[in-house]
């Protein structure tokens, strides 16, 4: 059979989304076993900061399949719920590729609902596969959350009660909703390797290692449970608002086994389990990946087909002594970011600044179809050709704790957030981490006056990023049939590209 390569004009989309995966990865540098992932990175572009624009789940991922920041939305809990009928016209990424020609096939959790409800853009999809199944395979867990709900004692009406918080069962892959979606993302290729007509965007998200951590025994078993330890950045910066912090764990407390008043009340026991649980999870989804990258090649289809692997936020594993997302901490906002595109270079990383809104843009310069006027984020195509040319000076996130708004930007050396109070607006707090020095933030240099060159610019930079992201009337004009062929781009001369992007100064010297 002719492949399916030779015969598309444009470049298919293979989209991979990963919910709470942080880049612990191997590829990464870190003590995670991916295998899968890691052979994706040899043959792509790497992205070692790549940011997410809010560090919840629904939040960042309508950011970044709308193409516009949480704070233009106003669109910044983990639910969403009903944002389609707030945003009637909000030209989303699967609903643009469909009107550009693509067949959009989509499952698993690309944006966050219930996997066939209304959350999913589900009338902007040509296919969409719902895939369930029991969050657990042991009935002894399964029989846990049928007595939580009964009791109602744990959980809300978004976050209804679980079981244990993790589970180690000698089950097939296929059991758990991960190893299902694999599976029937397979069938899904083996169908449009037979159909040439069209070019496609498959959007696959896979939901582990989000709690609970649960995994088939032979990924447990890839780790020594007392090879793990707590990180030793148990505190958080002075000023860092406390309830800025979740150090309570919200996200945790609806499991069964969740014991006293936060995490650090967990005995070790529990966070050595905790840790294993993730770590086994996150080996268990990189074979799920695995499995789809692989049907891809043997099907013919990689050969014209752009892949892309994201996580939505990260997770704090210890961290700040927490167990959550929620923050505007490093470990909450950088997420892996992985792209592939066979057309160009591959086996490369880069150390320059993105955000996950840019995806929107520079798939669309990718596949060469017309980018949304109202997408907020730029293209970062050049990085896949030189993956030392410029691209953003900062990274900019954003988190609604409590009592106050967070903004946050990351530099190259540098995080610098500022809070809000929610009822007058007034500033409630600042804090400068050198992430050269105190890379698991818990100092603050906002203070000191060896920063103070570094605290003018911090403030200068993280106001004109606000005011960029909250610009209203960019979310107002926006409308479906609204398109135009230009993509928003730095100048790329050279001497231009190679300008200030990452650090205070942007001196080469820097980089």
């Known amino acids: 059979m002719e492949p399916v390569s030779s015969r598309n004009r444009k470049p298919n989309v293979l989209f991979i989304a990963i919910d709470d995966l942080r880049p612990e990865l191997g590829c990464y540098g870190k003590h995670v076993i991916s295998p899968n992932i890691d052979k994706l990175a040899a043959s792509g572009v790497q992205f070692n900061r790549a940011y997410c624009q809010q560090a919840v789940c629904g939040a960042s991922r309508l950011s970044l399949m709308g193409g516009l920041y949480p704070t233009n939305t106003r669109e910044q809990t983990f639910h969403v719920n009903g944002w389609r009928e707030r945003h009637p016209n909000l030209l989303t990424m699967n609903q643009h590729f469909g009107m550009q020609g693509y067949q959009t096939i989509g499952m698993g959790k690309i944006y966050h609902g219930h996997s066939s409800g209304p959350a999913t853009d589900l009338e902007n999809w040509d296919t969409w ?4 199944t029991s969050e657990y395979a042991l009935q002894k867990n ?3 959350v049928t007595q939580a709900l009964k009791d109602k004692t744990k959980g809300s009406t978004h976050a209804p009660p679980e079981g244990p918080m993790t589970e180690l069962a000698d089950v097939p892959d296929d059991t758990y909703i991960d190893g299902k979606r694999a599976a029937r993302a397979i069938k899904v290729l083996d169908q449009l390797a037979n159909d ?16 609970p951590f649960v995994a088939p025994k032979k990924y447990w078993d890839l780790y020594d449970r007392d090879s793990f330890s707590m990180p030793s950045n148990s505190g958080r910066p002075p000023q860092w608002p406390e309830d800025a912090a979740f150090t309570k764990a919200n996200e945790m407390q609806r499991y069964v086994d969740y014991v006293g008043n936060g995490p650090k009340d967990f005995p070790q026991s529990l966070n050595k389990r905790l840790l294993h649980g993730y770590a086994a999870a996150a080996s268990f989804v990189d074979a799920n990946v695995g499995r789809v990258l692989d049907a891809l090649e043997e099907k013919g289809l990689a050969d014209n087909t752009i892949v892309v692997l994201w996580g939505d936020h990260g997770w704090k594993l210890g961290d700040h002594s927490s167990w959550c997302k929620h923050t505007n901490f490093e470990c909450d906002t950088r997420v892996p970011l992985i792209v592939r595109d066979p057309r160009m270079n591959s086996g490369q990383t880069t150390d320059r600044l993105v955000e996950l809104i840019d995806l929107y843009p520079t798939l669309c310069d990718l596949t060469g179809i017309e980018t ?10 050049g990085l896949l050709d030189d993956p030392e040319s410029g691209h ?3 990274s900019y996130s954003s988190y609604p704790a409590w009592k106050s708004l967070g903004h946050s930007i990351r530099f190259k050396t540098f995080r610098y957030t500022e809070w809000f109070h929610n009822d007058t607006g ?3 707090a600042r804090v400068l981490t050198d992430l050269r020095k ?3 933030e818990v100092t603050n240099c906002a203070e000191d006056p060896a920063y103070t060159e570094s605290l003018a610019a911090a403030k200068t930079e993280l106001h004109k990023r606000r005011k960029e992201a909250d610009a209203n009337t960019v979310f107002k004009n926006t409308s479906a049939t609204q398109a135009t062929s230009t993509t928003i781009q730095i100048e790329t001369g050279v001497s231009r590209r190679r300008q200030a992007i990452d650090g205070f100064g942007g001196s080469v010297a820097f980089w």
């Open 129 to 132: 596969i719902d895939v369930s």
């Open 142 to 144: 399964k029989d846990l």
């Open 196 to 211: 040439g007509e069209k070019p496609f965007f498959l959007a696959v998200g896979f939901t582990k290692p989000h709690l």
């Open 372 to 381: 949304p006027a109202h997408c907020q984020g730029r293209s970062f195509r």
């Open 392 to 394: 953003r000076y900062s």
């Open 426 to 428: 007034t500033l409630r």
């Open 438 to 440: 105190d890379p698991g």
